[in-house]
Each structure stands twice: as structure tokens, then as C-alpha cells.
């Protein structure tokens, strides 16, 4: 059956594309299936002539080869850690389970955004959060730091903050130490910048600000643990549910009266009310609109969605404490 070429408005849209191939005994085709993205419909038709020879396609593929070497062997990394950057990337572009192992954290945390502003950090880019106190375990932070410049040479830019927790004096070796570890991995230019590495003392920040730091972090490791996949490893946790009360109670119901009123701008499903106030559907005799009609009526903590088919209520305060 033949695509019909057409566009319209439908419940679940698609891009649908077909090629017809006829094979020959004991032949084989190749096909390439490619998606792209430009900024108009001329350099779209552009990158599909570009495309369209395999030619072209093999020296793409080889190009992002010889590039992922050479950023390999640029930021020095071994097979493991971009086995542990995966992880930790799909943490960052997800909210995961793992938030959960500081969950206290979030639950008293009542700051917003703007008490990050105070520490140089914007929080308008995904957070990852790693707290020391031993320089044993900096090979934990230098692999956070590999993964932040990972991500940042593949268009991803994300805020590295590290906590460290030493005892507080004029010296602070362990910063020192951290600082040197930056230096040695090219990114001190890095340091105290948008989208850059932030080196904070946990001793002088007050316990709300640590909760908030938890709390807007995609991903948090303590370094002093060690191994950050198990650290990333989303455990099978008993989850304490909400106890349901049983009511004996029985309600009626009542029925409802069709709107009869005449309706002005009537399109067969409905029309505004003489007043010019409302807008009426009627929906009886298994009569639907012919797409789902949703309304959402919200300000930025509250508010309720309406459709054709009923309403539900929400609260980002409840939907944070939910995350």
C-alpha cells in the first residue's frame, strides 16, 4: 500500500519514509538511513544532496572516528571511563531513582535558584556534585573532571561542583591538591565560570545551602567512597507507600441537565454561551471531539488541566517532593 504523501492533524503524528528495493538471488543491497537537523529548508535540501552518496556517508563516519580518537587521546581516557561517563550521562539527561539516596536532603531544602548565585554557580545547567576529604580518593574527582570536559567537547555543558571537607585553616591542602589536579587536565580556565568546575569548602557553607546544592545536583558521588559505579547503581529500595483508609461511605450521584441554551459559533461539538463567559461541549449520544481539547490554566506553582474527558489538579511543590 502506497504512503498517501499527505499532512494533517492525527492523535500520534509521525515521519514516515520508504524505500523499495528488488533483490536479485544471492544478491544484497546496502541502505542508509540518515536523520539530520538545519536551520532552513534550503540547507535541509542541502545536507540530503550531500547524503545522498555513500560516498559522502563513509567519510562522515570515518571523520567522527578519527574525531572521537583524537579527543581519546586528548583528555586521555580508557575504555572504563566512557563506560562510567554513559552512566553518569544518563543520570544528567534523566531524573533517575538514584536522587533518592538524599532524599532528606531535598526534603528540607526550601531554597530556589537564586541562593546558587551567592557561590557563582547559575543553576541553569545540569549540576554534577562530588564531595572529598581525603586526597586518597582524587582519582574519583579527576575522573569527574575528565567526564565535565567530556561532555562539554560534545556540545553538553554541565556545572562541576566539588565539595571538599577539610579542617579549616590558612592552608588548604587538599584544594591545593584539587587545583593542581585541574591544572594537570588543561581546564584551570574552567574555574568559577557558566557551563566551568566550582571548588567550594563544605566547613563554611550553612546546612541549608549543602541541602540545596543535593537538591539541584543530577548526579551526587562522595568521593571518599570510592567506586562510582556502584555508586551510580540504582538499588532495589522499599519504597514506603501511603496508607489507604477504607470509607464505607456511599455518594449519589446526580445526573447532570444538557445544556439546552442556544449556543453562538455552534460547530456541531460546541459554542460559546449568549454572555460570551463560557465555552460549552456537548459530548452526549457518543459524540467526541474530533481531537483531544485540553485547556491548562497555571501559574508557577499551581494549577489545573481540563479536557473533554475530565481534569486533574497539580502542585510543584508536590510534584518536587514527588522527583
Aim: some cysteine; overall charge neutral; hydrophobic content about 35%.
Amino acid at each position: 500500500m502506497p504512503l498517501s504523501n499527505t499532512t494533517g492533524a492525527v492523535l500520534d503524528p509521525i515521519f514516515s519514509i520508504r524505500k523499495r528495493v528488488v533483490l536479485k538471488p544471492n544478491s544484497s543491497v546496502t541502505l542508509a538511513y540518515i536523520t539530520g537537523i538545519a536551520d532552513s529548508k534550503e540547507q535541509c535540501i542541502e545536507l540530503c544532496q550531500k547524503y545522498s552518496e555513500f560516498y559522502n556517508i563513509d567519510r562522515s563516519f570515518s571523520s567522527a572516528y578519527l574525531r572521537a580518537q583524537m579527543e581519546d587521546k586528548y583528555l586521555s581516557l580508557t575504555l572504563n571511563e566512557k563506560e562510567i561517563f554513559s552512566e553518569i550521562l544518563n543520570h544528567i539527561l534523566f531524573v533517575t531513582d538514584i536522587r533518592r539516596k538524599y532524599s532528606e536532603n531535598i526534603k528540607n531544602n526550601y531554597k530556589g535558584q537564586s541562593s546558587l548565585w551567592a557561590y557563582g554557580i547559575s543553576g541553569d545547567l545540569p549540576v554534577m556534585l562530588v564531595k572529598v576529604s581525603k586526597s586518597d580518593y582524587l582519582d574519583i574527582v579527576e575522573t569527574l573532571v575528565k567526564c565535565h570536559e567530556y561532555f562539554r567537547v560534545r556540545g553538553l555543558l554541565t556545572d562541576l561542583v566539588i565539595l571538599v571537607k577539610e579542617e579549616g585553616g590558612y592552608l588548604q591542602p587538599l584544594q591545593s591538591q584539587i587545583r593542581d589536579l585541574i591544572r594537570y587536565n588543561n581546564n584551570l580556565d574552567k574555574l568559577d565560570r557558566f557551563g566551568g568546575i566550582f571548588i567550594r569548602s563544605i566547613n563554611t557553607m550553612p546546612k541549608e545551602d549543602i541541602d540545596l546544592l543535593y537538591s539541584v545536583a543530577r548526579v551526587s558521588l562522595d568521593a571518599d567512597i570510592g567506586n562510582i559505579q556502584k555508586q551510580l547503581s540504582l538499588e532495589e529500595s522499599s519504597i514506603n507507600l501511603v496508607k489507604l483508609n477504607k470509607i464505607n461511605r456511599a455518594y449519589d450521584f446526580k445526573e447532570l441537565p444538557i445544556y439546552n441554551e442556544p449556543l453562538q459559533i455552534f460547530n456541531g461539538y460546541g459554542g460559546f454561551t449568549t454572555n460570551g463567559r463560557e465555552y460549552v461541549i456537548k459530548l452526549n449520544d457518543n459524540i467526541y471531539t474530533p481531537m483531544p481539547w485540553i485547556n491548562v490554566v497555571a501559574n508557577n506553582r499551581f494549577g489545573f488541566i481540563s479536557s473533554e474527558c475530565g481534569g486533574d489538579i497539580f502542585s510543584l511543590k508536590i510534584a518536587e517532593k514527588i522527583s
